[in-house]
């Protein structure tokens, strides 16, 4: 069987481009992937970082479904401690509603911003520092399946549309936290190998070892995250990963900007230790031509035992980056590819 290929899109802002650009270039490669035969298209919520436009997912899914026609669409992820879980339930229940069988809610608990960012969505320090998404969790559960006890206040509030299920809930991890999370309660797991690569191994075998099914869930289904830069001859594709790496060392030294084009990220007077950053980040890209973007995931995916891999590419250019989607799907054999 061919292993299912998804994408995970933060809506990268090019330098030169602009944030409306970014959206629109996300709705032609949800287009694109949707054609070619991959199995998700989620995206992400950060907030305050001057290279992402990915901010609002539940607004963005409904778009990319309403242009799409047989991709799962989702989140990767809503950051459930930034709002509150009647609200998320009742975003998710209208987008299934819109687009039935087609939904993803994707969960994670990190910001996806600094701290004073999170500040302002969480509107006090308490809540910021507050360490209560399992609660979280069951009251979003409980607003979804109408399950409060009767003497709780919540009990008689109502999640409309009521006869409309929750879609399907995925945890996103990049620790250990994540995967336990996702093993008790029965439901999938996703783990962000592209920047927590020295969790990977074991948080993905813990997810595993630890799976209780569950109603909405039989068996352990894990999706690993990589990042990916494909073209092909390896040479244009390092020099189409040089501006995640920049990019990388900006947001490490709290400089965070918009994506650099491979001559910016080329012609950048990196300090000794801004290179031992790029360095690292280099080492858990995956670049090179088709044939060998697809023998690093295979093994990637052997050795994590993950069911599913989740490609994540921040390309200056547009159409350098669909092309880069193109070339996996042709090495992978996917439905819609033409075989490279």
Avoid at 194 to 220: C, D, G, I, K, V
Avoid at 267 to 288: D, F, L, M
Wanted: glycine share 6%.
């Amino acid at each position: 069987m061919t292993l299912p290929l998804s994408v995970l899109d933060l809506a990268p802002i090019a330098s030169g481009s602009s944030p409306g650009q970014a959206v629109r270039n996300s709705l032609d490669l949800a287009r694109l992937t949707d054609r070619l035969g991959f199995t998700r298209y989620w995206v992400a919520e950060h907030h305050s970082i001057p290279g992402v436009a990915s901010t609002a997912p539940e607004v963005l899914i409904g778009h990319v479904a309403q242009v799409t026609e047989r991709i799962r669409v989702g989140s990767g992820g809503v950051m459930l401690p930034n709002h509150a879980p009647l609200r998320v339930v009742e975003a998710f229940k209208m987008l299934e509603s819109l687009h039935p069988g087609r939904i993803d809610l994707g969960l994670g608990r990190a910001p996806g911003s600094d701290q004073l960012t999170a500040l302002a969505m969480r509107r006090s320090q308490e809540a910021v520092i507050a360490n209560d998404f399992p609660e979280q969790y069951a009251e979003l559960r409980a607003f979804a399946d109408g399950t409060f006890p009767a003497d709780h206040a919540f009990r008689n509030v109502h999640a409309v549309p009521e006869d409309v299920p929750l879609p399907p809930v995925w945890m996103l991890g990049s620790s250990e936290f994540g995967a336990r999370f996702a093993a008790r309660i029965g439901c999938g797991f996703a783990f962000a190998h592209h920047f927590s690569p020295q969790y990977t191994m074991p948080a993905m075998h813990l997810y595993r070892a630890n799976f209780q099914p569950s109603a909405e869930m039989r068996e352990p289904h894990s999706i690993l995250t990589v990042s990916v830069y494909c073209a092909e001859d390896s040479a244009e594709a390092e020099r189409l990963a040089t501006p995640h790496q920049l990019s990388w060392v900006r947001l490490r030294t709290n400089r965070p900007g918009l994506l650099p084009s491979p001559e910016e990220a080329l012609s950048y007077p990196y300090t000794a230790e801004e290179k031992r950053v790029a360095e690292n980040s280099r080492r858990n890209q995956i670049v090179g031509t088709p044939e060998t973007v697809k023998a690093e995931i295979e093994r990637l995916a052997g050795e994590t035992v993950a069911s599913e891999v989740m490609i994540t590419s921040m390309i200056h250019d547009h159409a350098a980056r669909l092309r880069s989607y193109e070339l996996v799907a042709g090495a992978f054999g996917l439905p819609g590819a033409a075989v490279v």
